[in-house]
């Protein structure tokens, strides 16, 4: 158990629907991340969340938004789903200055 | 903007052989991290090791080592005595951290590494 918990681990959805994933980060982490694992994308930086604020942007689509809430867990919300979307999310968490500590993914999958 | 290249798409190496896993990198930050990860079939994402760029000495960690070489913009990974378990991808990845705490880890395509008995 790497201390960042993602729930659901699997979700099976279909074309057009809208699906939440959650995070728990490390405890004692403030940052938390979103990763898109496909296999035409690799792995891709979505967003960063710093102690509740957005930090940092990478290729994340508008149909996606992300939150970190006060308790520090973080939801990653897809909606109008394309088949496309289908893939591995990562979340990570970190302290300021230290490493990254990946969660087990959920993998969604769109029909 | 930073690019991680792994050009080894696959490796076959037989057990207890070491085996060097490539990757090199671009940034114009001078100050950056760099990171190895093993993604096993079960898919999670499991820390190997970690090089700094103001890191005087090469990081190692168990049988892992980081063969860091700045002026070339590499940092190889090196398992020593190559074990069926350490069968898995194998991702590179850098980090560059602005002033403002914004950070990513931005990562290269992988390494799928198949040891054989």
């Known amino acids: 158990d790497s201390g960042v918990t993602q729930t659901p681990k699997h979700l099976i959805t279909a074309t057009g629907q809208r699906v939440t994933l959650r995070c728990s980060p490390r405890s004692g982490d403030l940052s938390v991340y979103w990763y898109q694992q496909s296999l035409d994308q690799g792995l891709q930086f979505l967003i960063q969340y710093y102690n509740g604020e957005e930090r940092a942007k990478g290729n994340i689509l508008e149909r996606f938004s992300a939150q970190q809430f006060p308790d520090l867990h973080s939801e990653l919300n897809l909606s109008s789903l394309e088949l496309g979307d289908s893939a591995l999310y990562f979340c990570?968490?970190?302290?300021?200055?230290?490493?990254?500590?990946f969660g087990s993914g959920t993998r969604l999958t769109v029909v | 903007a930073q690019k991680i290249t792994q050009t080894q798409p696959g490796m076959f190496v037989q057990e207890k052989e070491a085996v060097t896993l490539d990757c090199t990198y671009d940034t114009s930050d001078p100050s950056y991290g760099l990171f190895w990860y093993k993604q096993p079939s079960s898919g999670e994402m499991i820390f190997l090791i970690y090089?700094?760029?103001?890191?005087?000495q090469n990081a190692t960690e168990g049988r892992y080592s980081l063969n860091f070489q700045k002026a070339r913009k590499s940092a190889n990974l090196v398992i020593s005595a190559s074990q069926l378990g350490d069968s898995a991808m194998y991702f590179c990845a850098m980090r560059v951290r602005s002033n403002f705490g914004n950070e990513k880890l931005t990562f290269g395509t992988g390494t799928r590494l198949t040891i054989i008995p």
């Open positions: 090089q700094g760029s103001y890191d005087q």
């Open positions: 990570a968490s970190s302290t300021r200055g230290g490493g990254y500590t």
